[in-house]
Nanobody, 123 residues
Framework: VQLQASGGGLVQAGGSLRLSCVAS????????MGWFRQAPGKEREFVAS????????NYGDSVKGRFTISRDNTKNTLALQMNSLQPEDTAAYYC?????????????????WGQGTQVTVSS
């Protein structure tokens, strides 16, 4: 499975961005998917996850109420709608495919990773 993330860019604080991730094979439709982010000098941070059918979602505490994860299994796509962006949201964002139908916040629960898309929020 190859993952291609896009949609990153430069935005002012309070603005919005929508990230997308396209998976190369339908195998991802049976698995949970997630978004992580990593800022320079920091560890990879869990952002959000979604179960195989979209029925269960989880969010990191820092993004709850501002970000929304969604997926379209007919198109093998994963999305992350990011609203009320803040400078501390600046990071490279990575999409990932879980090892099973449900996945949590640990990076070890994911098996395939995209290349990352950069999000920069200016104050």
């Amino acid at each position: 499975v190859q993952l291609q993330a896009s949609g990153g860019g430069l935005v002012q604080a309070g603005g919005s961005l929508r990230l997308s991730c396209v998976a190369s094979k339908r195998t991802s439709s049976n698995n949970a998917m997630g978004w992580f982010r990593q800022a320079p000098g920091k560890e990879r941070e869990f952002v959000a996850s979604i179960s195989w059918n979209g029925g269960v979602t989880n969010y990191g505490d820092s993004v709850k109420g501002r970000f929304t994860i969604s997926r379209d299994n007919t198109k093998n796509t994963l999305a992350l709608q990011m609203n009320s962006l803040q400078p501390e949201d600046t990071a490279a964002y990575y999409c990932a495919v879980g090892r099973s139908s449900y996945a949590g916040a640990s990076p070890s629960a994911y098996t395939y990773w995209g290349q990352g898309t950069q999000v920069t929020v200016s104050s």
